[in-house]
């Protein structure tokens, strides 16, 4: 802060006088302004570092999203592994271990977004300092890599329900029937925690196309089993009855949804 000292000499005049209190006023304002200007390169500088722990905690973050997102690929192809095989010795009882068309095989990988940057930002209030747009967009970005560590809670906790039977006999072809229909169901649980991991990876993907995680077209592709041209064959007849029950709801939708703009739809 500046000090300003009164002069020796005594004032004799109304100009004087002015001079004295002009003198004070320039100097209150020549500090103030000399505080605003450091405050504001300070201010400057937070934001500047605070862009670039975001910048290098994004990058982390393209790295951890995308081993995870492998990590749901294999889960796509392990489960399905497992329920064939569940499935086929429901349907066949008394088959032994190695007559099964595989081995039940449990895995999983994932590695949660790092926010720590995010959150000191938001915890010393530099995000006040910063444009509202930017803010916006950073929250919602945070808020996806969120869902993804909360919904990848929720798979673990399904994993955990689908391999309890391992504690007392890994071998599936002791179960009884009614445990393998238990089973069954977990596995189904299960394939379903993963299904909705996905959507939060083609969620992230669709609102940061720079994290190469997972496509909504790819996802579909893993979770949904094409059927044959025999099965689609023998179906004809009953998908053009189906066709034409929603044909004319399917064009009144079809046509409110085209009307709507892209970031509407998601």
């Known amino acids: 802060m500046l000090d300003i000292h009164p002069p020796h000499a005594s004032t004799h005049t109304w100009r004087d006088f002015f001079i004295h209190v002009a003198t004070i006023c320039v100097g209150l304002l020549i500090a103030i302004g000399l505080e605003q200007t450091v405050e504001f390169f300070h201010h400057h500088y937070q934001v500047a570092e605070t862009r670039k722990v975001l910048r290098d905690e994004r990058e982390q973050n393209h790295a951890r999203l995308a081993y995870t997102a492998a990590g ?31 081995v039940m095989t449990w895995f999983y990988h994932n590695r949660a977004a790092t926010q720590s940057g995010w959150k000191t930002a938001q915890q010393t209030g530099i995000t006040a300092l910063m444009p509202r747009e930017e803010v916006s967009r950073n929250e919602l970005l945070y808020g996806i890599l969120s869902d993804i560590d909360t919904t990848w809670a929720k798979f673990i906790d399904a994993f955990s329900k689908a391999t309890r039977y391992r504690s007392a006999d890994q071998d599936i072809t002791h179960m009884t029937p009614a ?21 939060r990876l083609v969620n992230l993907h669709d609102f940061a196309p720079d994290f190469d995680t997972v496509t909504a077209k790819e996802r579909d592709a893993l979770e949904r089993r094409e059927m044959s041209d025999a099965d689609k064959h023998s179906l004809a ?3 053009a009855l189906t066709d034409t029950r929603l044909d004319n709801t399917q064009a009144a939708f079809d046509k409110i949804r085209n009307a709507q703009p892209l970031n509407a739809q998601k």
Do not use: C, S
């Open 72 to 102: 749901f690929r294999l889960h796509v192809e392990m489960l399905r592994n497992n329920l064939l095989i569940l499935q086929y010795a429901r349907q066949h009882p008394g088959t032994p271990q190695d007559k099964l068309p595989g």
């Open 179 to 199: 445990q393998l229909d238990e089973e069954v169901v977990l596995m189904e649980d299960l394939i379903q925690a993963n299904y909705r991991l996905g959507e």
């Open 237 to 239: 007849t009953a998908q």
